[in-house]
């Protein structure tokens, strides 16, 4: 049998190198601001004004602990970690449900709830900002963590429909018509046999939906307004001003929520990897 795999002897030698060029730049270009925020909080608010490009000349490591006590990160932390972790689990559950009824269910209602759901893809989140506002004010949920929490799956379900949608489609039907004529209700259909094999579209769901929710400002920033509520990127607001901004404690505390995603994309590379591959080719 022949080999189709490619080898690096079968691309030219200045092809090859253009290429490490190329990825070289661009390693530079995303690492750079990393290195640059780093050092920055390694100097005072006057030698940044003084020498903003520079590397610090007196380095000091006051600003962390400085920027923890100021901002109150442990509980910024904790308030990014459970709007993380249940607004994540919610979409991830109910999309696979939606998608699982939109895919394998047959209704009349199907194609008009599926494009429901479809056309919020369409809505930015700047458009709606003034009536969400108003709605969660309205409701009474304005200053809670389920004001919060419900708005964020709300604008995480439509994408995540999408996908598990597409993506369950692609199980054969044969698999759930056995487990009917076997006498399985559809929830536990969805539970033992749907569930375990969208593991790559959960994955998927997963990885937008932490990096989005953990780094998300407008929301959080309008509908909560007590610092007992209020998250990361909300938190680090503090350091600036219409006046004065203190440099060297607001990239200390960048560098703080920072940590966190480094530590996520390091720790779960290979999944993150895997788990975007085989839910966009999926589907």
């Known amino acids: 049998m022949e080999n189709n795999k490619i080898k690096k002897s079968d691309f030219h030698p200045f092809i090859r190198f253009f290429v490490f ?26 030698e940044f004004m003084k020498n903003s490009m520079g590397w610090p000349l007196n380095p000091t490591l006051q600003n962390y602990p400085a920027a923890w006590e100021r901002a109150q990160f442990t509980n910024l ?6 709007f993380t972790v249940i607004s994540t689990l919610a979409i991830i559950f109910l999309a696979l449900m939606a ?24 809505l930015t989140l700047q458009s709606i900002m003034v009536p969400l506002f108003l709605a969660v004010n309205l409701v009474g949920l304005y200053n809670t963590r389920l004001g919060v929490l419900i708005p964020y799956v709300g604008m995480g379900l439509p994408i995540a429909i999408y996908l598990c949608t597409e993506y369950i489609r692609s199980i054969p039907d044969s698999v759930v018509d ?19 094999m969208a593991k790559p579209v959960a994955v998927t769901l997963a990885i937008l ?45 960048l560098n703080i929520g920072l940590i966190p995603m480094l530590i996520f994309y390091l720790l779960f590379r290979k999944q993150i990897t895997k788990g975007v591959a085989a839910g966009a080719v999926k589907g």
Do not use: C
């Not at 060029?21 to 006057?46: M, R």
């Not at 932390?77 to 459970?82: C, E, V, W």
């Open 178 to 196: 056995s487990a009917r004529i076997d006498g399985a209700s559809y929830f536990r259909i969805f539970l033992n046999i749907i569930v375990p």
């Open 209 to 253: 939906n932490v990096a989005g929710t953990w780094n998300e400002f407008m929301l959080i920033n309008i509908l909560v307004s007590s610092d007992a509520l209020r998250t990361l990127p909300v938190g680090i607001l503090k350091f600036t001003g219409t006046l004065v901004t203190d440099y060297g404690r607001m990239f200390a505390a």
């Open 77 to 82: 932390f904790i308030n990014s970690l459970f």
């Open 99 to 122: 998608g699982f009824a939109f895919a394998k269910i047959q209704s009349k209602a199907t194609p008009f709830l599926h494009g429901s759901f479809i056309m919020g893809i369409l």
């Open 21 to 46: 060029l190329v990825v070289g730049i661009f390693t530079i270009l995303t690492l750079y601001p990393l290195f640059w925020l780093a050092l920055s909080s390694l100097k005072t608010t006057t």
